[in-house]
């Protein structure tokens, strides 16, 4: 028989087992921190009806979407009628509108599934990924103060993670907006393309933004009066005190200004260090689909890596699907990139592996002892590997060093006479011989020592 | 605009919150269990290449699998080049030829995710539901011992869902194929009809069984022996006993036998009650893929539900893909329809949701002291919401009956004079005033009590 060459789709990250448990324990991290802010789960399936995916102009996400067909529709020439997800918001959006009436409202779920795209395969760049979500959806109306409790939850996860100092940017998509009414560039595409160039802000520089927005025929004063803004380094409080004195009266400039403003209010309510959020007024984001606050988050010392965290307040969040109206505002942490970058500049490192103690069989003769000592371990809640296998003891030993076993427990014929058995430390190189007695007190110190 | 009505896909499982609480928890109750005895989590992308996936000689398998497609390989006519993963053996193959030299072997590896087949659509069949695997793969050999691991961790595992009482079977192939050979059964395709009819035996009875099998062209005494087996109800010794007084002499039957009694003499040094593992002679299970030792698991209350973990013992797990030879046994627990069935007869219920705490806003005055407590009740570890819409207080205990969020905190000017606040149960019913500084213990209380 000839043999197919194993190998893992292209775009996709496949951990080996060490690196899983390190990426399990990020999850794990994320979602507790989710749940402690009281968000209740979801999860959708992989597909979803073409009809519920595609109700976009098609466009740009159908260009990167994956068709699902079963051999039989293909055999019938069938069009597609199922897709995978590219994103969790529009599942989130038909999951809300289906089972509204069984939902309470205010309704905060997280969603912690991956997505997929049709990307050009690249170093980096991935056709699968986790994306873990919350949204808060509101019925009729939210409240903007759930805008600040957003990046209060993300502060939270954050801070957890425990990836080194990080910087929540927020804006809102009103203040640019109204701006631009206040400043009398009314035209649609150029408004779309003005917020294009602030976006690149951090990327390009004052200057080149400068010549765009003349370039797009933007007044002198208007450039530089929004390039004042949007280049302002200031503190929170500066940054609104320079926005309450400039001469801007629309309506929609002042709302924006408004929500800021309870957003930042709201984050010292949740005892959100001033340090972490910092306003950002030249963050734009996506165009169309967020109304109000937006958000970015970027890890201090890898700039480079990009928003890691992102997400804003939408005015409608399932106006294809319902006649509610349904606002809301969410964020989403990408995990497949976050970790795989963190772990390519060595941030994240292989996790020590489910098994804490491996209990080796040194004497066949002893075999059941071996195995009432496993028990013993794991009814006290330490995961424990038996050696079945059996076979010389340097070969044990070589596995557990192999697998990242830290402690492997020995017990010899003399030992048992002694009524002990030895523990050893493989990383910390110690070794200990304890009562049997003490068993699984001695190996929890051993390990947490 | 003209709405599109919302609807799941068909096939597929989705839950509300509560359910989907309740879910994840049993989840994790599999995963702490399949950890608790060293094994490592893997996960592998939703697809492999149509090379990978269809090694087999395509047929039944074929039809139910999923091919996918990016939008601009259909337009091109392109053969699709990748498919949804129908199981996780395949990929567990796959995933351990390629990273054969950075695994430690015996590899044990837990794997918990959704796998999707192309069935008709009908209530509680699905097309995407969760497996959790677990496996256990050796390098050129693996001992016996570890089909008694198998069992041991289910017995664990089962025992922690608390979903009743549970029978695990156990049967050996070799047994039946040595018993065939030494019964003078030498055609391949009889034997493969005399293994499908035994394995009906619990559904039709013997009488059925026992024609059918003359029909084959199977001789009286034959028939009569194999029917003596499999329909024998004794304790596992009585069994083994039988097993050991028959007069079949070939390699194969002994060979089997040995195995069987490794196994449940293994059993007894894992400490697994011997009521919950039955020597069962009637489980012939997959024709080719099993090798040895075989396992089904079935609900003592819910027999209607079938086996619900089902798996055993394989030669060679991944031969397509490399010449190492990697015999293996593993075990999978159908966790989606298993949740189905039971959600359906009432055994499990919704459950309280991630938020324990709603922190409510009697008084916009408070509102910094609602926001202090909300923090103080999660740095405790009480996953705690915090009402921000505000609005009259019996809407908001709406809100929290609704979600079913079990503890409310209520404050008004009074009791913060007072320096208390109100804890309400609203399941139990009961109502304290307590000392805000005694907040979370208090409420971790009467959680608790």
Redesign the interface.
């Known amino acids: 028989?000839s043999?197919?060459?194993?190998?893992?789709?292209p775009g996709?990250m496949?951990?080996?087992?060490?690196q899983?448990?390190a990426?399990?324990r990020m999850l794990d991290t994320i979602r507790r921190g989710y749940?402690?802010?009281?968000?209740?789960?979801?999860?959708?399936?992989?597909?979803?009806?073409v009809?519920?995916l595609l109700?976009k102009s098609g466009g740009e996400t159908?260009?990167?979407?994956?068709?699902?067909?079963?051999?039989?529709a293909?055999q019938q020439g069938n069009k597609?009628e199922?897709a995978?997800r590219f994103d969790l918001t529009v599942p989130l959006?038909?999951?809300v509108?289906?089972?509204e009436r069984?939902?309470?409202?205010?309704f905060?779920?997280y969603q912690i599934q991956?997505v997929?795209r049709?990307e050009r395969a690249q170093r980096g760049r991935f056709r699968?990924f986790y994306q873990c979500d919350i949204d808060v959806i509101?019925k009729d109306?939210?409240?903007a103060?759930?805008d600040a409790?957003i990046p209060a939850v993300i502060h939270?996860v954050f801070t957890e993670l425990n990836f080194g100092g990080f910087t929540i940017n927020v804006n809102n998509r009103k203040i640019l907006l109204g701006l631009l009414d206040g400043l009398g560039v009314a035209d649609a595409d150029t408004r779309v393309l003005v917020l294009r160039e602030i976006d690149k802000l951090d990327k390009i520089g004052q200057d080149k933004v400068r010549a765009s927005l003349l370039g797009l025929g933007v007044t002198e004063h208007a450039a530089d009066t929004i390039l004042s803004l949007i280049a302002m380094k200031g503190t929170n409080a500066e940054t609104l005190a320079a926005l309450g004195a400039l001469d801007i009266e629309t309506d929609l400039f002042r709302e924006g200004v408004g929500e800021l403003t309870t957003v930042i209010e709201g984050l010292k309510?949740?005892?959100v260090p001033e340090g972490t959020v910092r306003i950002n007024l030249a963050i734009a984001r996506g165009l169309d689909y967020y109304t109000g606050t937006v958000y970015e988050t970027f890890l201090n010392d890898h700039p480079g890596i990009g928003s890691v965290c992102s997400g804003g307040r939408y005015e409608n969040l399932?106006?294809?699907?319902?006649?509610s109206k349904l606002p809301g505002v969410g964020i989403s942490i990408g995990a497949t990139r976050l970790f795989y970058q963190l772990m390519e500049a060595g941030i994240i490192k292989d996790a020590t592996?489910?098994?804490q103690v491996?209990v080796t069989q040194m004497d066949p003769a002893l075999?059941?002892d071996y195995?009432?000592m496993a028990?013993e371990l794991?009814a006290a809640?330490i995961?424990?590997?038996?050696q079945?296998?059996?076979g010389k003891i340097a070969k044990q030993m070589k596995?557990a060093d192999?697998?990242g076993?830290p402690v492997v427990l020995l017990m010899g014929s003399d030992e048992q006479a002694r009524g002990t058995a030895t523990l050893k430390h493989l990383v910390k190189g110690e070794q200990v011989e304890v009562p049997l007695t003490e068993l699984a007190a001695r190996a929890r110190a051993l390990l947490e020592g």
């Open positions: 028989m043999l197919i060459t194993p190998r893992t789709p996709t496949e951990l080996l087992p060490r899983q448990v990426f399990q749940e402690r802010f009281g968000f209740v789960p979801v999860e959708t399936p992989v597909f979803e009806t009809d519920t109700t159908e260009k990167q979407v994956y068709f699902v067909q079963s051999t039989g293909i597609p199922l995978l959006a038909r999951y509108a289906e089972h069984d939902l309470a409202f205010p905060r779920r991956r997929y049709g699968e509101g109306s939210l409240s103060h759930y409790e939270h309510a949740f005892q399932a106006s294809h699907y319902t006649k592996p489910t098994a491996l075999s059941a195995f009432r028990s794991r809640g995961n424990t590997e038996i079945l296998d059996g596995y192999r697998a076993i």
